[in-house]
């Protein structure tokens, strides 16, 4: 049986790389949805303006900083999805200092700066992702068949939560047509 909460207000702590830890709301499908939204609408940007770029025959950055490099416009799309997880999910942090080295306050700015650290933004995302599968894990683990044994429930933890997994899937989606275009 899927356990379900009411406690939509229940936070939880993560540790990240560098003794960083931040303190997150619990990944909802709508978190998830706006951050792959976000991070879609502004590669879609990105892209718009190297098509006018060339169109005027401007030469387009071979590094992919004007979105003409396929590769770097799918490690930007990672990077936009993780500043948008951390600014809906991130209620609070320790251990991020600001440039005068007194601890920095929760903003878009330091938030951008968080996301476009590789390690710490690699460590936010697989751990606050992690939450996902940890609901799915969840899911199984507490599944019983009505014939006694296992093997029939396999696919249960799968259908138990069908908004997650089509955010997943929309997720690999987006990333997808990133890189092909």
């Not at 006018?52 to 030469?59: E, I, R, V």
């Not at 936010?124 to 044994?149: H, I, P, R």
């Amino acid at each position: 049986m899927f356990r379900l909460t009411t406690n939509t207000q229940a936070d939880r702590w993560l540790e990240l790389s560098f003794g960083v830890k931040v303190s997150v709301r619990p990944l909802s499908t709508a978190i998830y949805q706006a951050a792959n939204s976000e991070a879609a609408r502004r590669i879609a940007a990105l892209r718009a303006e190297a098509e006018d770029a060339a169109k005027a025959g401007q030469p387009l950055d071979e590094t992919g900083m004007n979105g003409a490099n396929q590769a770097y416009l799918t490690g930007l799309f990672n990077q936009f999805q993780t500043e948008a997880l951390a600014r809906y999910g991130i209620i609070q942090w320790e251990g991020i200092a600001g440039e005068d080295g007194q601890p920095a306050p929760l903003t878009p700015d330091y938030i951008k700066a968080f996301a476009a650290q590789a390690e710490l933004s690699a460590s936010f995302k697989a751990k606050y992702d992690a939450t996902l599968s940890q609901v799915e894990a969840e899911a199984g683990k507490s599944e019983t068949s009505s014939a006694g044994g296992t093997e029939e429930v396999g696919s249960t933890a799968e259908a138990a939560d069908p908004a997650a997994r089509k955010a997943k899937a929309k997720d690999v989606a987006a990333a997808d047509a990133a890189q092909a275009s």
